[in-house]
């Protein structure tokens, strides 16, 4: 018995704080009793089986998922190549006052800005590089300059090659850490790039849909898109930490 | 004549005939034009494109619109509001309407018929103190700016008590429902109109104390409706308390929750609330439309059009329905 609980702990877990959730959201719909305010559980998940069942949602689900993955991608390789650069002192020193004028940037600012300047499909994607892309950075470079100084000094001594350096030592050593910031980072992405979608009114996206449900007083609606929409940032972390799994594996 | 070639001829007469009339219809079709629509956030996201270059065209509301044409160069214009009036033969669509709750239409009659008489008095009243309008809006809370005389004519304030509206109503919701259906909700029955009507003698009753009445109004064009009730008007035996909020959907939450007891509000959400059971009715319908096609090149035909980007605010709501109408009604086809 004891064996069975330790297997399912974690999933017990979770429906235990699923519950609470369900329970504490059933109780203060009671308590407002104002569907348009806070609208019951059968309205939402009604709302939630009618949008899985229309092609609208899919296709805005598509194209929030692929400026998702495009600025998390963008994100990731530039933070990796450029926190691989800044192991060398004047490269980091550089590039230090530009990754805080980054990271101090109002998210509200950028977003009205980005409008501005580039089209609605792409202003979201550059936005959420903005955001995600310091986190990454910082996260990676942490990483590697926490990586056994003494395993440096004999890869030099060696004359191992620098790609065999960055191949072997620094992105194994840093793989573990540097997965766990992709983690958070992923669903970060997915947020901003929502919000984005809303100020940039980009058509066809999950942003607007929940701006036009919240026009058109459907809150029910609206809260069913963003469970939609933690459902899709929980099943790309799934992702990410899958492929740590098989990364971290391999090494 | 042998009679096998009188049928023939005749029948080849007729085919000849038949075929004719088909080529004539073809050429008779009208040719179809191509627009894009782009949706932007807010008119000064417009303003910034066309005075970049990045389009010629913008669907902007007042005060917006003007501002086009002052810093961007957009002087050209098309008035949606005569567009519409051309094809529904209404004059302007009846954007925002007055709401109020049973409570006040059955027990505060008197009140509410010299309350609409006040918003009567009010059209003519923002014309001629124009220059005040401004300053009294923000001194209420408003952030909103209408820097002239023709900015506020732009903005189509008028009075229409809800009975003489309900056709007007009806046509601009049946239009905008064959867009979206949840856009309205449920069509209004004829229940949803109140059949109150402005009256500035009506007698307000002897009582102790007052009785407070809330009303609340969104910020911009509808502000402009209880201008001069926010200057000067008083109710004898009423607290008559204005709250300038920032969108529609503050407004369905004050009717929801009973805080409002009347309210300005577009109409397709007006609706909408009495769809969903609440006890409100309108009372008058206030702004006809303020949407203007700008343009920083002339147009004097719509299907000059074709192949051009248009901006537009208000994706998913009139501004974007009353534009793809007005255009698919003059062959331009949208993205």
Known sequence: MKKILKKWQNVLYLLLSLGIIVGLWALLAKIVNIELIIPSLQSTFRQLGRILSAKDFYIALGSTLWRSLASFAIGAFSALGLSLLSLLKPVKKILSPFIKIIRSVPTMSVILLAVIWLKPTVSPIFVAFLINFPIMYSGFLSAMESIDGELISMSKIYNVSLKDRVLSLYLPSVAPAAFDCMQSSISLTVKIIISAEVLAQTRNSLGIMMQISRAYLETAELIAYTITAIVLSYLLELVVFGIKKAVVRWK | ?335
């Open chain 2, 1 to 335: 004549m042998k009679k096998s070639v009188k049928i023939i001829l005749t029948v080849s007469l007729l085919l000849v005939s038949v075929l004719t009339c088909f080529l004539f219809a073809a050429c008779q079709k009208q040719e179809t034009y191509n627009a894009q629509i782009e949706f932007i956030n807010q008119g000064s996201d417009a303003i910034a494109a066309l005075k970049t270059g990045t389009a010629k065209y913008a669907v902007l509301g007042e005060p917006a619109a003007t501002m086009a044409g002052a810093n961007a160069g957009a002087t050209y214009r098309i008035d949606l509001q005569k567009e519409w009036k051309t094809l529904t033969g209404f004059d302007g669509y009846p954007q925002a309407s007055t709401v109020a709750t049973d409570n006040v239409i059955e027990n505060h009659s008197a009140f509410l018929q010299k309350f609409l008489a006040e918003m009567q008095e009010n059209v003519a009243w923002i014309v001629e103190y124009a220059s005040s309008v401004t300053g009294v809006l923000q001194a209420n809370g408003s952030t909103s700016k209408f820097p002239s005389e023709q900015v506020i004519k732009n903005c189509n304030i008028r009075f229409e008590s809800a009975i003489d509206a309900k056709d007007s109503v009806n046509k601009y919701l049946e239009i905008m429902y064959s867009f979206n259906e949840s856009f309205v909700g449920k069509m209004p029955t004829d229940n949803f109109f109140s059949s109150v009507k402005p009256n500035k003698d009506a007698v307000l009753p002897t009582k102790e104390g007052t009785t407070a009445i809330n009303v609340v109004v969104p910020d911009g064009a509808p502000a402009l409706a209880i201008a001069k009730l926010l200057n000067d008007s008083e109710f004898a035996g009423y607290d008559v308390h204005y709250t300038i909020v920032s969108g529609a959907q503050e407004i369905s939450a004050a009717i929801s929750n009973g805080s409002a007891d009347i309210a300005i509000m577009p109409t397709n959400l007006a609706a909408k609330l009495f769809g969903m059971g609440k006890s409100i009715k309108m009372v008058s319908s206030n702004v006809f439309g303020l949407l203007y096609l700008v343009g920083t090149q002339e147009i004097k035909d719509f299907s000059e059009l074709n192949g051009e980007k248009i901006l537009c605010t208000g994706q998913g709501g009139t501004p974007e329905f009353v534009l793809k109408y007005i255009l698919d009604k003059n062959n331009v086809k949208t993205e």
